[in-house]
């Protein structure tokens, strides 16, 4: 979910627009053109995931695949994230311009630190490289919607229940990913392993 | 889908300069979520409905945004009053309605829907393409602009690409549940995806090379800013500042600060 614009308070902005930056560029700086121009189509499969809904239990949720797009891009999953939300804010006013550093960092810094810690399981083969995929889709998720909560509740101690509501409902969500990330690696591992050591 | 309604008119906010529109709208952005106080988040509303008017926007499109903005702040209608502590409004069991919490939310559309409001007036107005230009000629990282620019102009091929998976597993009698069999499926569409555009993007970089694409785009046709251009950022410049000012000088809602 977005936090929308108006909402946060500024320590709080000031300090996600900082971490955010940071971000976008350490992985600006590990991008050539070539690989700009696919981290340009992976940041719009991204953005596309994000217009997808899949079932999820009795309800449905959409995607976010912050995870599969670390796994792809590394730190350049910072830049890459960064343009899909601004795009989202630009063309369906989703988000907006003073969350957009905090959005990004939520979503862009757990699937960059899942992506290193599980990456020595996922180049193994078998049980441990599906289990290394579920960790880095669920946690991915799981950590976006923790520092979402966390954004909220250091606001304002006003928005502690809203931000137990929200991880709570999430929790679905997590799982989905973690199952859903595990399909996807082990199709692009069949079909493109290259790519998947492309950064 | 991607379709851009507000960057087609021929308003007086579309005539401006579009790097002074960028500037604008980022202080009035940035003046907007500063505010603690109601009333000085009224007056910026205000300011906001007014620029959304000048700017001629489609009303149908408009409206579409404006609920998306509210989605959220819908949720926090839904859960913030009810939160513990503070004096309540309405008592009913174990549930309570909070008189703090119900000034907080009031606070967060205010300024939600202004801020929305002030970005469809002076952003959306603009496309894509004018918007990557505008940012870099405001010494914005030419990758990132690249970035920008290339995301957006293959969205539409991406979903195109995920568009013909989607009829064809349609075709074939799929209907997604939550199950192993509809997560595979699931998975193996959008795995294709991506490897679709790794795939094209090794393509296009070749072609781009080719044609001696040396890291950054030439524009044919430079921004110029006129006379206008300066009365309307003087003119905005005093309207935040009075907001601004009202806002910390405050004095009857000095109970109301949150942040």
């Known amino acids: ?199 | 889908m991607f379709d851009e309604p507000f960057a087609r008119g021929q308003s007086f906010i579309h005539k401006l300069d579009p790097r002074i529109r960028l500037l604008c709208a980022g202080s009035g952005i940035i003046c907007t979520a500063l505010l603690r106080h109601r009333a000085a988040a009224v007056y910026s509303l205000l300011l906001a409905v007014i620029l959304f008017i000048l700017s001629k926007p489609k009303l149908k499109f408009a409206f579409k945004r404006i609920l998306a903005v509210n989605i959220f702040i819908l949720f926090l209608w839904l859960t913030v009053p009810l939160s513990p502590g503070g004096e309540n409004f309405v008592q009913a069991g174990s549930l309570g309605i909070n008189r703090r919490g119900v000034e907080l939310v009031t606070l967060l559309t205010l300024k939600s829907n202004a801020i929305a409001l002030l970005f469809l007036a002076l952003v959306a107005t603009m496309n894509v393409a004018v918007l990557g230009k505008a940012l870099s000629s405001l010494r914005c990282p030419d990758k990132l602009v690249f970035l920008l620019l290339f995301t957006y102009r293959y969205i539409h091929v991406v979903l195109d690409g995920w568009q013909r998976l989607w009829s064809a597993a349609k075709l074939r009698a799929f209907t997604p549940g939550s199950n192993v069999r509809s997560y595979r499926a699931f998975a193996n569409m959008l795995g294709m995806t991506f490897v679709q555009s790794f795939t094209r993007s090794g393509r296009v970089y070749e072609a781009m090379r080719l044609r001696g694409f040396s890291g950054s785009f030439v524009s044919a046709a430079p921004f110029k800013t006129a006379g206008r251009d300066i009365v309307f950022v003087i003119l905005l410049v005093i309207l935040l500042a009075i907001i601004y000012a009202r806002d910390i000088y405050g004095v009857e809602h000095a109970g109301s600060a949150y942040f």
């Open chain 1, 1 to 199: 979910m977005h936090i929308s614009e108006g909402v946060l308070s500024w320590p709080v902005l000031a300090g996600g627009a900082a971490l955010g930056v940071s971000g976008v560029v350490i992985g600006l700086r590990r991008l050539d053109y070539e690989k700009l121009v696919s981290a340009a189509f992976v940041a719009s499969a991204f953005f596309v995931a994000s217009l997808i809904h899949v079932p999820v239990g009795p309800s449905s949720a959409h995607l976010i695949l912050n995870g599969f797009v670390a796994v792809l891009l590394g730190w350049a999953a910072f830049p890459a994230i960064f343009t899909a939300l601004l795009l989202q804010a630009v063309l369906f006013s989703y988000g907006g311009i003073t969350v957009l550093g905090l959005n990004t960092f939520n979503m862009a810094f757990p699937a960059v630190l899942c992506s290193l810690l599980f990456f020595p399981l996922l180049a193994r083969p078998g049980m441990r490289r599906a289990a290394g995929a579920f960790c880095c889709g669920a946690f991915s998720v799981a950590g976006a919607v923790l520092l979402t909560a966390l954004s909220l509740s250091w606001t304002n101690e006003g928005f502690a229940l809203s931000a137990k509501i929200l991880f709570v409902a999430h929790i679905p969500v997590m799982l989905a990913e973690g199952v859903l990330t595990v399909l996807m690696f082990s199709f692009v591992h069949k079909v493109r392993p290259d790519i998947l050591k492309f950064f």
